[in-house]
């Protein structure tokens, strides 16, 4: 019989009190402004009864904010009682067994991984019609580098090995970052957010390097090596700064680990840079971290605040970054999804033009999804590149066109 594990108990007196506490200043505060309302009324001053609305707003939003806290709570019991797989309705959030948050994948049929890899092609032939030389990045997903608990299985690098294999035999050059990051000196475990799916910003630089030193093995591009030395660039690591996607899911205490540190990284030479956002009608002109930082996300809020959007603020539906130091420089057609964020800002140092587009059916991003074959003759690029994590090879993202 497993025995009792008394800390329960002690969980359960504390998120008692503490609850308790939340809701008597909720009801407190509710009470007092209906109170003033109704005074307000019986005065016949009606503008201040008109305020009710903001104020219960005010009220509720301000108690609402103590949801981190009562996350963070839940956390402490999941450890108590050894928790390891929360389960959501969007996917069940696992700790593997560094302290890793992951989610798993099932296998993806031979079909649809086949479908993917026709669309990708079409891509392929529709930026060569163009004059563009064409690669596929794809970012293994972090759980086929983590071992989970032994009643759980995954199929993350089976189908990201049927996805590149089916690429390959469609002739696409694909850079495959899941065999670098195998052979990576810092290891797969620090190649990602403890707390997160994303890859960290050390990797997202890394990774513009890589990417640079691929177009060049294969089609000759030209790139500033300095701008891919880390010596070049000052960093300064915030600690327990980031709470990821998955952290924000089941408390900051789910895992051992707690939230991850982060890491800005800004070049020590000087820039020029132009970020713009055509849907947003938004054009900013600087240095780097003027431009292609968003330093406002740089915030110590675990559940408010995406401390990853620091890097090209996040996802856009079309962002264009230009290099106004190298004019002369070759264009980039980046089609990315959010892994992207932390390599666009370096790539396009060595651009004159980097054009980062998301063609995912995400209602959050703002403008229709372009036609990635009309938006290839619009800016005639050098190069059109896809960089994908290895997940969803059945999706949406796969609709270029």
Known sequence: MKKFNKNSILF??????????????????????VLNTLSALRSGDFSQALTVNSQVDSVTQKRLSYHGGLMDI??????????????????????????????TQNAI?????????GKVAELKSAAEANGADFLFCIVPTKTGFEKLPENVSDCSNQNCAAFVSELERSAIPVLDFGSIIERSDK???????????????????DAAGVICRELEKLYGFEFNREYTDMENY???????????????????YFTPEGADDFELITPKFDTDMTEEQPFKESVRNGKFEETVLYLDNLKKNYYDINAYA???????????????????????????????????????LQTSELHACDVRD???????????????????????????EGSGFDGSRYDFF
């Not at 690591?237 to 089941?250: H, I, N, P």
């Not at 991003?365 to 074959?373: A, Q």
């Open 12 to 33: 359960v007196f504390a998120a008692v009190f503490i609850a308790a506490g939340f809701g008597l200043g909720l009801i407190k505060g509710l009470g007092k402004t």
């Open 74 to 103: 839940n956390s402490i019991k999941d450890r108590l009682l050894g928790t390891r797989i929360a389960l959501k309705d969007d996917g069940n959030i696992i700790r593997t067994d560094d302290g890793s948050l992951v989610v």
């Open 109 to 117: 049929d031979s079909q649809s991984l086949s479908n993917s890899a």
């Open 187 to 205: 290891g797969a475990g620090n190649c990602y957010y403890k707390t997160d799916h994303h890859w960290t910003a050390r990797m997202g630089f």
């Open 234 to 252: 000052n960093t300064k690591t915030y600690s327990d700064w980031f709470l990821g996607s998955y952290g924000k899911k089941v408390g900051t």
């Open 310 to 348: 620091t890097y090209s603020g996040g996802d856009f539906r079309l962002q264009i970054m230009r290099n106004n130091l190298n004019p002369n420089g070759k264009k980039i057609l980046l089609i990315r999804d959010s892994m992207a964020c932390v390599v666009a800002p370096f790539l396009a």
């Open 362 to 388: 995400y209602e959050y991003l703002v403008g229709e999804k372009l036609n990635m074959e009309d938006y290839i003759k619009q800016i005639a690029p050098d190069y059109v590149l896809v960089l994908f």
